[in-house]
Structures are given as structure tokens and as C-alpha cells.
């Protein structure tokens, strides 16, 4: 029932046929894209998965929908390690390693650290209960560091976020230079100053 008593529909099974198309889609995609990037061809992406362009673009009516999907894996994953932080002593330092936990996640193939800067910026609907279990996890995680003092009071956690996409995005292929940088963006560039 609605809010204004109003019967709704069932919703409707999702056909058997459906499900392992859209699974061996998720599993091309993933394979291609470690292979050769987020750029990959689609039509590669549907062949390797046994099944039509066609079939494809009605589970994923865009390259960023598939490359959505691919991360709601990442952002389940990415919840639960926010949630084990929780207890961890020292609450800086459990940010710190959970946001390098989420930069490598969004960065196992090229490209996909930038479509994870789109689906948090856009809040688009693919993977959206998965992404919104992590942001919820991580800010409650940031929540902890601030009131430890361990992160600045006024700044707010989507903003935390997009940086370390971004940050991710640029280094996808230099792993050393987002710590650096993650780090650097933490100490801040000019000591004292807000």
C-alpha cells in the first residue's frame, strides 16, 4: 500500500534467463575492462558475455550504467570495511586507511575511478542502495575522526569523498602518488590555516 492507501502492484520476478544475462554481462565487462579499460568496446563487452549489443544495452542503457553496476560491488564491499573501522583505536587513522581502501577498489581498470566521481557527483539510480550503505558507513567513520579531532570540523564528507576520486582518478596508474597525494590532502599545504 502507498501512503495513500492505494494498492500497488507485485513487484514482478525478473525472468531466470534475465538474471544470467545480466550476470555474464557484469562478468565480461569486468574481465574486459581489467584487460583493456572502461573504454573498451561494448560490443567486445557482449560478445565475450554470449549474448547481442542489444541485450546488453536493455540491462545497461549506457557505458556509465554498466561501469555504475561494476561499482555497486565495490561500495558493498566498501560499507562493510567502514563498519569494521568503527572500533578500530584511532579514528584518524581508520579514515585514512578506509579512504585507501576506496581509492584502490575504484581503481582496479582504467577508467573506472572516474565514473565513480560521476556516480557520486550525479547520484544516478544504478547501484544506488549500495552506494548510499557505503556513504552512509564512511560518514559515519568520518563522523568518529572529527570528533577526535583527527578531521577538519567543518568539512563535510562528500567533499572528503569527491577528493579522493578525484585523487584516484588522476593516479589510477601510479599508486604510489595517490598516497602521496591522499596523504598530502590530509595534512593540508599550509599548517594552521583553515
Excluded: K
Amino acid at each position: 500500500m502507498t501512503s495513500d492507501d492505494t494498492p500497488t502492484a507485485p513487484a514482478r520476478a525478473v525472468r531466470a534467463d534475465v538474471r544470467r544475462n545480466r550476470a555474464r554481462l557484469l562478468a565480461a565487462a569486468r574481465e574486459t575492462f581489467q584487460r583493456e579499460g572502461a573504454g573498451a568496446s561494448l560490443e567486445g563487452v557482449a560478445r565475450t558475455a554470449g549474448v547481442g549489443i542489444g541485450t546488453l544495452y536493455r540491462h545497461f542503457p549506457t557505458r556509465q550504467h554498466l561501469l555504475e553496476a561494476l561499482l555497486a560491488d565495490a561500495y558493498e564491499e566498501l560499507a562493510a570495511a567502514a563498519r569494521d573501522l568503527m572500533v578500530a583505536p584511532a579514528p584518524g587513522e581508520a579514515l585514512m586507511t578506509w579512504l585507501r581502501t576506496f581509492m584502490a577498489r575504484v581503481t582496479v581498470f582504467r577508467g573506472l575511478a572516474a565514473s565513480a566521481v560521476v556516480s557520486l557527483r550525479d547520484g544516478r539510480p544504478e547501484g544506488a542502495a549500495a552506494r548510499r550503505a557505503m556513504c552512509e558507513a564512511g560518514e559515519a567513520l568520518f563522523a568518529r575522526a572529527q570528533r577526535a579531532g583527527d578531521a577538519p570540523a567543518g568539512a563535510a564528507f562528500a567533499d572528503v569523498l569527491w577528493l579522493t576520486g578525484a585523487i584516484a582518478a588522476v593516479t589510477e596508474r601510479e599508486p604510489e602518488a595517490a598516497g602521496r597525494l591522499l596523504s598530502l590532502a590530509a595534512a593540508g599545504m599550509v599548517p594552521g590555516r583553515r
